[in-house]
């Protein structure tokens, strides 16, 4: 395992690497001129005069070729040094520090409801095959992975916001505040868990060990949870490993809807203002987070089942 670990560990900086240089190349080659834009921006929407344009661009470093541009923000990046924004001209390290912990907390109260109502329900509805209540468990998971966040966010703001005054439609600071965005930001990850510990658990529940379990005159309960269940999670934690890159990302476009004043609202104004700083430093925290998680669901994977070896044979 030590081996393993290591090995993996040391390609992670090559991984960093290549998702940093495919990100500076697609951003750079998209149309429009940083410095321009943000000339615009600042001067109420008026085309500001070539010449202000090429100041800033050499102010800013834009002039210098690809290569060195790149370069130089790879070796400040390695310091921990993002930048600053064209925009605000604040240190993207620092915002995203300070932003960091409100996309966490809606992450992760997504992910523990995502957990806490998708394997239950998907349990449920192996156990109680073919009767009413898998008919509404798999209605529900085929609701929540095909309505998509931006439609049903709307959707429960008019509900519970609007016509009841249950909750808050946007704001960040109390606990009210991140029961509709975390809802919203789950039900695409619970419906995934739910339909696959449904198809996993079904899958184990016909295995033979199984059936020696409740030869013996162990109970349903016990059969399904102490043995069943810890087999049919390997899948399961692969997806939650991927769901939470996805949370993260995907909080993108939910905190811009709620008001929620995390990473994902800074970037999108740091992508409608061509603020190159801004998204770069999200990429690469993006790729570092799920590269870190990544590594940890494989190691996971030891735990649930310890036949595994990480050279890819069994013990």
């Not at 697609?26 to 000339?39: V, Y």
């Not at 240190?91 to 932003?99: F, G, N, W, Y």
């Not at 696959?196 to 309960?221: F, S, Y």
Request: proline share 5%.
């Amino acid at each position: 395992m030590g081996g393993y670990l290591a090995r993996r560990l040391l390609t992670l900086p090559l991984l960093l690497v290549g998702i940093s240089l495919i990100s500076f190349l697609l951003l750079n080659f998209a149309p429009g001129d940083a410095a321009e834009i943000t000339l615009r921006r600042q001067n109420g929407g008026v085309t500001p005069p070539r010449e202000a344009v090429v100041a800033l661009q050499q102010e800013l470093g834009l002039d210098d070729a690809l290569p060195v541009r790149y370069l130089r923000w790879v070796s400040s990046a390695s310091r921990g040094e993002l930048g600053d924004s064209y925009r605000s001209g604040s240190s993207i390290a620092a915002e995203l520090t300070r932003r960091l912990p409100a996309t966490l907390l809606l992450a992760s109260a997504a992910l523990i409801l995502a957990v806490v109502a998708g394997i239950p329900l998907g349990v449920l509805a192996a156990v109680k095959r073919g009767t009413w209540a898998d008919s509404a468990c798999r209605l529900l998971a085929l609701v929540g992975a095909a309505v998509p966040s931006y439609v049903l966010a709307p959707a429960l703001m008019l509900l519970f916001a609007v016509k009841l005054d249950w909750l808050p439609a946007i704001g960040y600071g109390s606990p009210k505040n991140l029961v509709l965005p975390a809802l919203v930001l789950s039900l695409g990850t619970m419906a995934q868990l739910m339909r696959l510990t449904r198809a996993t658990l079904l899958e184990v529940l016909n295995q033979d060990h199984i059936r020696t379990a409740r030869a013996k005159g162990l109970t349903e309960g016990v059969v399904v949870w102490r043995h069943a269940l810890k087999n049919a999670l390997l899948p399961v934690v692969t997806v939650l490993g991927t769901s939470t890159g996805y949370l993260l990302g995907g909080a993108v476009i939910i905190e811009t809807i709620f008001g929620w004043p995390g990473v994902g609202q800074f970037v999108v104004v740091g992508i409608s203002q061509r603020d190159y700083p801004v998204v770069q430093g999200f990429v690469l925290y993006m790729a570092v987070i799920f590269l870190l998680v990544n590594l940890a669901v494989d190691i996971s994977y030891r735990w649930l089942d310890p036949r595994l070896h990480f050279g890819g044979k069994f013990n």
